[in-house]
């Protein structure tokens, strides 16, 4: 009971120190109707979201998170600048063995609109604030590197799109690189096309199967060097200072990554602005591959060194794809992140 309190204390405190960075409190329905919103929550998410029925509002879910319910809230409202900040309880089931909370406390800031880096430091500064004097190190990557680089691969849009779609599945990202980077094998044979039907394809959905992988195997494979250079800018960390110019070195072979390095330096000099020792961030380039697929560029979290067996006290980043799908195309560029107070009590206590 005495933790509890402690949480929603800490929770609270965090809370007003979020309204008096200028944000409007705000909270969401505990039950979500759950038809359209798995459809925008990661794999993961999906994979331990409390689900149920209502003969009424059909199938809902028990709230694992204030991003989309917020973004609908913005949305709705209209399509300006605003800042939003709110505190409460998500749900999430745990795997088996585990010891964690199903249900557990987060607090939340968000931001819309404004100059992307300016927004984007002035989130990260406002977490830092918090973390930082409690011993948690920060570390910064950025999704939208990796999503640049395969766009502007030489290779066809169906590869990139497969790419894309597995961005936060890294062992099988980087499967399907070392396929498209060797030559498909000679013609094969798939049998005669005039076939009886058999099961629930169709004729021309098994003809338009087989055009695609006929497509596949004629496609030329992905130039060495772009697929080396990936196999780079996946393992890169570092200090942020000395992982630019490093960028810029794998840019030479994906030229697509420049305009992400760009925003990687502007993002840097806004950070130095709000007083944060840019240069000494840590960076690394496959951050936040196995987190909210709704984050699209810059993603930070921040861990506690002495316990690598929690997660992240905090986590946050660059969500712009996300209020486009609920938007209807048109994007609210948007930046967040939500801590964990129930983490903060418990890395306190621990000491």
């Not at 009971?1 to 329905?29: N, S």
């Not at 502007?152 to 497969?162: F, P, Y």
């Not at 080396?228 to 630019?244: K, P, Q, T, Y």
Request: glycine share 10%; proline share 7%; hydrophobic share 45%.
């Amino acid at each position: 009971m005495t933790e509890k309190l402690e949480v929603k204390a800490l929770a609270a405190d965090i809370l007003a120190a979020f309204e008096a960075a200028g944000a409007t409190r705000v909270d969401a329905d505990i039950l979500l109707p759950a038809e359209t919103l798995l459809d925008l929550y990661g794999e993961d998410i999906r994979a331990r979201a409390f689900v149920t029925s209502d003969p009424l509002r059909g199938e809902a879910m028990l709230r694992p998170d204030f991003t989309v319910p917020v973004v609908q809230r913005h949305l709705a409202g209209g399509n300006g600048a605003a800042r939003y900040a709110y505190a409460g309880e998500v749900f999430r089931m745990q795997a088996e063995g585990s010891d964690r909370p199903a249900e557990y406390m987060q607090v939340g800031f968000e931001r819309f609109g404004g100059d992307p880096a300016e927004a984007e430091a002035e989130v990260f500064a406002l977490f830092h604030a918090h973390l930082a004097p409690r011993g948690l190190l920060p570390v910064m990557g950025d999704i939208g590197l990796l999503r640049s680089a395969v766009q502007g691969l030489s290779t066809n849009d169906r590869r990139k799109a497969a790419l894309l779609r597995h961005l936060w599945r890294p062992r099988r990202f980087r499967d399907l690189v070392e396929r498209f980077r060797v030559p498909a094998p000679g013609p094969v044979s798939y049998g005669n096309a005039d076939s009886p039907e058999i099961g629930l394809r169709t004729r021309a959905d098994v003809l338009a199967r087989l055009n695609a992988l006929e497509e596949e195997r004629r496609e030329p494979p992905l130039p060495a060097a772009e697929a080396d250079a990936l196999d780079a800018l996946l393992e890169l960390s570092g200090r942020a200072a000395d992982v630019v110019p490093r960028l810029r070195d794998i840019a030479v072979d994906l030229p697509a990554l420049g305009a992400a390095v760009d925003r990687v330096e502007a993002r840097l000099a806004a950070l130095a602005t709000d007083g944060i020792d840019a240069p000494g961030l840590p960076f690394e380039a496959s951050f936040g591959r196995t987190s909210m697929e709704y984050y699209d560029g810059f993603v930070f979290g921040f861990t506690h060194p002495g316990r690598p067996d929690l997660p992240a006290a905090a986590t946050g980043g660059r969500y712009d794809a996300l209020t486009r799908a609920l938007g209807g195309g048109d994007a609210s560029p948007a930046v967040g992140g939500v801590i964990r107070p129930g983490l903060l009590v418990e890395l306190e206590g621990a000491q």
